[in-house]
């Protein structure tokens, strides 16, 4: 694409937003791109955490109705995206369209980019996360995709498995590890003044979202977890994200509310936004079931105790310190996790220069037709 290029940044709620936000910066700071911000899913849903700011800034807002909170609402909700982005997109009329991950809605996005045959830039392909349906709608996308931005090389290899073309795979590292140093230096004075009360003597991010292939959601595994956490003295504070809008999520958020009830040393937070990243550097530890334990958690030395089956199969450096679900697991990994010494360990997930390399392929991309006209690559199989 030689000329001018508009690239269309969705962001479906809380989860990806750190991830495309320095992405969409680089994108309307360089003269040879414009950078178009869409936000669906959970945006517009107090419930879930929302910035003014952004929403108002966005370019376009497509809702996503959840009126209950079963499997059925989460499929009318993405039907709704689906119409409601390829109205969007109609009249933005962007030259491709870059996507995150592997939510529902998200898939409904690479839905409406294909049959308006917008070329699809897909961050985040070739993951694995067995424990939950993110994991066949993360490589549904990444077959609609044209462009593959991933994070590491052991998801390029898995990307050619699926056949994608070795030319359309770029390894560029995490974007939201960008901006960790900034992050890690705000003051704690300006922190606390984010997050409305003071930082605890010792202090553990919890993030827990529903298990999607687990029958109960993961009620149990979460039990598991709320019991071990209420065992730890009190000057630990816990700063509590809300479950994510995954079927189930609801009832964890209930269960959840009615145990810190009356627990000076819990708080919790729809979404902790701009404060979320500072707030991990100043953590003994990150504790559930979030990738962010994963992916993010590493560049800042901050340990992470892994919950559970929701991030099985994911990749996962030396700071991570997997468990059952179950409170005594979670108790001694806990202890081990905070015991251990995390000097010079290196995050597998990227060296926290993503952005220039995403915008140096956003800047190069191919003609149109080029892009949009795929081929299988069969890999020749020993034996086979």
């Not at 099985?312 to 179950?326: D, I, K, P, S």
């Amino acid at each position: 694409m030689a000329e001018r290029v508009t690239i269309c940044v969705v962001s479906s709620g809380r989860a990806d937003y750190g991830l495309i936000r320095p992405i969409l910066d680089a994108l309307r700071a360089d003269p040879w791109t414009v950078g178009q911000l869409l936000l669906t899913g959970t945006h517009a849903d107090p419930r879930f955490g929302s910035d003014a700011d952004d929403l108002i800034e966005a370019d376009a807002l497509v809702p996503m109705p959840l009126d209950g909170d079963d499997s059925g609402t989460a499929a009318r909700g993405a039907a709704a995206v689906l119409t409601g982005v390829v109205e969007a997109l109609e009249r933005l009329t962007p030259d491709a369209v870059l996507i995150v991950g592997d939510r529902y809605e998200i898939l409904a996005v690479a839905q409406a980019a294909m049959l308006l045959r917008l070329p699809l830039i897909h961050l985040g392909g070739g993951d694995v996360t067995e424990g939950a349906i993110d994991e066949g709608i993360r490589h549904a996308v990444s077959k609609l995709a044209q462009v593959h931005l991933v994070t590491h090389a052991e998801a390029a290899r898995r990307l050619r498995q699926l056949g994608e073309e070795d030319w359309r795979i770029h390894t560029v590292g995490n974007p939201s590890l960008d901006s960790l140093a900034a992050a890690a230096a705000l003051p704690d004075a300006a922190l606390e003044g984010l997050l409305g009360r003071p930082l605890g003597a010792d202090n553990l991010l919890v993030c827990f979202h529903p298990v999607t292939l687990l029958p109960d959601g993961g009620r149990a595994e979460f039990d598991a977890l709320l019991a071990a956490l209420g065992e730890l003295p009190a000057s630990t504070h816990l700063w509590i994200t809300r479950p994510n809008a995954d079927p189930g999520h609801e009832g964890l958020t209930r269960h959840l509310t009615d145990w810190a009830s009356g627990r000076a040393n819990a708080s919790i937070h729809a979404t902790l936004g701009a404060a979320y990243l500072p707030l991990m550097a100043r953590c003994r530890a990150v504790v559930g079931n979030s990738s962010s334990g994963l992916t993010e958690a590493p560049s800042l030395g901050i340990p992470t105790v892994n919950v559970g089956v929701r991030q099985q199969g994911r990749l996962a450096g030396e700071t991570v310190f997997h468990c059952a679900g179950e409170a005594a697991a979670i108790r001694a990994a806990l202890a081990k996790a905070m015991a251990a010494n995390l000097a010079g360990a290196i995050n597998p997930y990227g060296d926290g220069k993503t952005v220039p390399r995403i915008l140096s392929v956003l800047t190069s991309l191919p003609e149109r037709d080029t892009l949009m006209h795929k081929r299988f690559i069969d890999i020749e199989v020993a034996g086979g």
